[in-house]
């Protein structure tokens, strides 16, 4: 083999070779972040760490989101009969931009002893972004329904996202939608925002018919002139 097909062997191995490193490259980093819960129950205030989990699966324009829990938080002086507590929580996301996911799952599938930490079930949402770029999704306030009562959970250590991300908005996400003002076949371009009060667009929709007015009057002189013209 010549020097030059050698050299040419070479590159295309090495272009290769880096476009499996791209595309082995992982698309989300993520990580098990312990998260300390300090809870407001209808008993007094609790504390609890249990460590986080948070998934991001594509589906359609969005990304389902399931957020998992290692360990139980808080607890019931009393038992808590099966079905008996329901969970919801908030994951925060940060980055390309900034929102709140609700994310909620199933009663306990079983019965919960009394004074035993709750075990929470896998809470899952949808996160569609309207902006495309990286972000990072972090555990946010946690709440817990049983029995009539409401128990309120925040996590008091600051703690770090648990899932970092590349997404990609959908097409059209994010532009502003300005509404058009009602007419006969007008565009958007055509029509003034009204930047002034109330009274301002009275006055500019008077101004406008004293204008039409004048045309129609302009319009019925010059017949009538025409018309003695003829005669």
Not at 190 to 200: F, H, I, V
Request: aromatic letters at 2%; hydrophobic letters at 35%; charged letters at 15%.
């Amino acid at each position: 083999m010549s020097d030059r097909k050698r050299s040419t062997a070479l590159a295309l191995a090495s272009a290769l070779a880096g476009s499996a490193v791209l595309l082995a490259a992982p698309a989300a980093h993520a990580a098990v972040i312990e998260v300390q819960y300090d809870c407001k129950t209808p008993i007094g205030d609790k504390s609890a760490v249990s460590p986080i989990d948070i998934k991001a699966v594509k589906e359609g324009d969005g990304y389902k989101l399931t957020m998992s829990f290692q360990k139980g938080v808080s607890s019931s002086p009393i038992e808590l009969g099966k079905g008996a507590m329901s969970p919801s929580a908030v994951i925060l996301v940060e980055g390309a931009e900034k929102a709140s996911v609700p994310v909620s799952g199933p009663p306990n599938p079983e019965a919960v002893p009394a004074e035993t930490p709750i075990k929470i079930t896998d809470l899952s949402g949808t996160y569609t972004p309207k902006k495309s770029g990286k972000v990072t999704f972090t555990a946010g306030v946690l709440t817990i329904k049983a029995m009539g009562t409401t128990t309120t959970c925040t996590p008091g250590n600051s703690p770090k996202p648990a899932l970092e991300l590349e997404v990609t908005a959908p097409a059209g996400a994010g532009k502003d939608v300005t509404p058009q003002a009602g007419g006969s076949g007008g565009s958007g371009g055509d029509t003034l925002p009204q930047t002034g009060p109330a009274d301002s667009a009275i006055a500019l929709g008077t101004l406008g018919g004293t204008v039409l007015l004048s045309g129609a009057a302009g319009v019925l002189w010059l017949t009538r002139r025409g018309q003695r013209a003829r005669s």
